[in-house]
């Protein structure tokens, strides 16, 4: 136990949780947007899978992370989209229509894998970035600003969802159509627009979350994700769809996780205790979830299909 | 309600039951231009599909086990379903009672074969009714969301169940051998499932599971307690109002969905060729994401027990041509995952559609009895809000 607290373990720990938050971040941030606007989408994981499978085929392909991300964005749009057309206007319960986007994106990601590559062969990861002067700071700048690119981008994009949430006639409209789509209805919002804006947003931070993933992880496996899109699902509850309680969460889950790495690489958790802490995540969410279901409400209209004059 | 029921008699009610097979149909279609992008003839590929499901009587066993774990979880989603819960747990309620059964069945190896079979499925069933419990307790209790808790505890399950089989209940022959393959020993003779017809593959697991339905038929429609279960589902304030207990409810219905889903578990184990409990390090590996399947199984099968024995029998086929499809035109299995997807997505989303002909109301929150129910209906029972 004594060789974890030394400085140089620490940082890296510390660094590593926040390099591992980043995907659960942006597909969380995603999800808050549509729930926000009362749509569930539990279809997450398969559409971080493929954007997952895509950015890594294109990085593959053209040796860009740029153009892998921007793939990622672009499966992420069209996933997005086909998901507000399956729960916005099909109407489909939210609860289990995901699920089948799920399936589709694990069989369909691990397909187009065998199918155009194969055997893994790593790809080249995203470039470090350090922030001239802020990185330097001792122990902080090691932690914080020696990241690369997407985990400054995921981290700024909390400050802007919730400008965006909270500041804007479109946050407006989001939060209205989430608690009250009868009354923005009748004001003249468009509730089948507002949603399939957000639920779109949604998509695209998924396929982005999947690509980011791959892309620093420099490989793609069947079921790479390996359910991490279901946590950022829970993380938006735990975060009781706020940005800034979305990001509180994603940090807690990279800090666990790293923990654990850290811990079996140092051998204090035996290896056949690996599999029990596995579990450490999923069961740390339910028991934020009972925390959080006591004091926050969620958005009323939350998994209902709206039908005007229903 | 009861005048609802009369009208309704206008429109054929299988037009309405034609809906989620338009919409197999139709995922289907899109299986055939990705066969036919992977450079596979799709003719040929559901030709063999049609004829690995049903064209034999070895095809139809096999589809008759494929269903029986989709019977079995699609009976105790129906169950949670008409309380107005969502059981997303079938996986980990599979993966819960199956390793409970496997676990008893390996400590009492020395239970003469009359009492070890009932012991293990009941302990299926106990582990399962356990996974379903927690999460019923939390949505009443906590009002914690059911999709989330169950989806965690999925994840639990299987965590739980590579750490017992890659430790604690491994085979022993394994690590002598040192190939650590994670599964256990083969398990005590006595608890195999009993074939039916002699030697074939065809053991009591389908018999038990059509028995399991019209089980939950008779509880749902004539016992106390599905009454309640409905009232519940239909209208939590007047089950309140009338002096049901909605949160016991809503718990007993998750357990029963659970315990199900558990049993599922157990006759996917002592059933098996292997008559062992292997993992892969997914949950897929064990269930065949039959916990996933069972829902869509029961949503075709309109919420009604006895009506997902044909939809399972059916989706059981869908799998098993499946595979007969993969392997005559040589495509990947995951393409079968893949239209597993498109096709739970096809059949959800065409269910409002379905429900629109057959002009009932339409949100799975506001379901109504899919066939009619007998004469007593929730709101003669409720008195009105």
Do not use: C
């Not at chain 2, 269903?67 to 309380?83: D, S």
């Not at chain 2, 019923?136 to 965590?159: D, R």
């Not at chain 2, 007993?252 to 996917?268: K, Y």
């Not at chain 2, 062992?276 to 029961?298: L, Q």
Request: hydrophobic share 50%; charged share 10%.
């Amino acid at each position: 136990m004594n060789e974890f607290f030394t400085q140089a373990i620490l940082i890296a720990t510390v660094a590593s949780g926040i390099r591992l938050a980043v995907p659960l971040l942006l597909a969380s941030l995603g999800e808050t947007f549509g729930q926000r606007s009362g749509v569930l989408n539990l279809g997450v994981d398969g559409i971080m899978l493929l954007g997952a499978f895509g950015g890594y085929y294109t990085v593959l392909k053209t040796d860009s992370v740029w153009l892998g991300l921007l793939t990622g964005i672009g499966i992420g749009i069209i996933l997005g989209l086909v998901s507000a057309v399956i729960s916005v206007t099909l109407k489909a319960e939210q609860g289990i229509s995901g699920i089948g986007i799920y399936l589709f994106g694990l069989g369909m990601s691990d397909l187009l894998f065998q199918k155009l590559v194969g055997t893994p062969r790593p790809v080249s990861s995203f470039p470090k970035l350090d922030i001239p002067g802020l990185s330097d700071i001792p122990i902080l700048g090691e932690m914080l600003f020696q990241h690369s690119m997407i985990v400054y981008v995921a981290f700024g994009l909390v400050p802007v969802s919730m400008y965006i949430i909270n500041r804007t006639t479109f946050g407006m409209n989001i939060r209205a159509v989430g608690e009250n789509p009868e009354a923005a209805d009748s004001l003249g919002v468009s509730v089948v627009r507002t949603r399939y804006l957000t639920v779109t947003i949604g998509g695209t931070l998924a396929g982005i979350a999947g690509a980011a993933l791959a892309i620093d992880l420099g490989i793609f496996q069947q079921n790479l994700t390996n359910a991490q899109g279901f946590i950022a699902i829970a993380l938006v509850y735990f975060g009781a769809w706020r940005p800034a309680g979305v990001m509180g969460g994603a940090l807690l889950y990279g800090f666990v996780n790293s923990l654990v790495l850290q811990f079996k690489t140092l051998g204090i958790i035996p290896r056949s205790w690996s599999d029990i802490a596995a579990m450490a995540p999923a069961i740390i969410t339910i028991l934020a979830l009972v925390l959080v279901a006591r004091r926050f409400r969620q958005p009323a209209a939350l998994t209902k299909p709206f039908t005007r004059g229903a | 309600m009861a005048t609802a029921e009369t009208n309704r008699r206008s429109r054929p009610k299988f037009v309405a039951y034609l809906v989620p097979l338009a919409a197999v149909v139709v995922a289907l279609g899109i299986g055939a231009i990705m066969l036919g992008l992977l450079g596979a003839s799709p003719i040929e590929g559901f030709r063999a599909m049609l004829k690995g499901a049903f064209g034999s009587s070895d095809a139809l066993i096999e589809t008759a086990l494929k269903a029986t774990p989709l019977l079995f979880v699609g009976v105790g989603i129906t169950i949670a379903f008409r309380a107005n819960v969502i059981n997303i747990g079938g996986e980990g309620q599979m993966v819960a009672g199956a390793l409970l059964a496997t676990a008893i069945a390996l400590a009492l190896p020395d239970l003469p074969a009359v009492v070890m079979l009932p012991t293990v499925l009941v302990a299926g069933i106990v582990g399962g009714a356990a996974w379903g419990a927690v999460p019923g307790a939390l949505k009443a209790y906590y009002n914690v969301n059911e999709i989330l808790s169950t989806i965690m505890l999925n994840v639990v399950a299987v965590q739980l169940m590579n750490y017992l089989l890659r430790g604690p209940m491994i085979d022993p022959g394994e690590l002598e051998r040192g190939t650590r393959i994670p599964q256990t020993a083969r398990l005590q003779e006595g608890a195999d499932l009993p074939l039916l017809f002699g030697g074939g593959r065809l053991h009591i697991g389908p018999l038990v599971a059509v028995l399991a339905a019209i089980g939950a038929y008779i509880l749902l429609w004539r016992t106390p307690l599905g009454y309640r279960v409905r009232a519940v589902g239909l209208s939590p304030d007047a089950a309140r109002y009338a002096g049901i207990s909605v949160k016991r409810t809503i718990v007993l219905a998750m357990t029963m969905s659970g315990a199900m889903s558990g049993l599922a578990g157990a006759v996917l184990v002592f059933g098996s060729e292997s008559h062992r409990m292997v993992t892969d390090g997914s949950t897929v590996g064990f269930t065949g994401s039959a916990g996933f399947n069972g829902i869509v199984a029961a949503l075709f099968g309109g919420l009604h027990p006895l009506w997902t024995i044909p939809a399972s029998f059916m989706f059981g086929g869908l799998l098993v041509g499946g595979i007969a499809l993969q392997r005559a035109v040589q495509v990947p299995s995951a393409l079968i995952m893949a239209l597993n997807g498109l096709v739970v997505v096809f059949v959800v989303a065409s269910d409002r559609w379905k429900k629109r002909l057959q002009e009932q109301p339409v949100h799975l929150d506001d379901v109504a009895p899919n066939p009619p129910p007998p004469r007593e209906t929730v709101v003669d029972g409720g008195g009105g809000p």
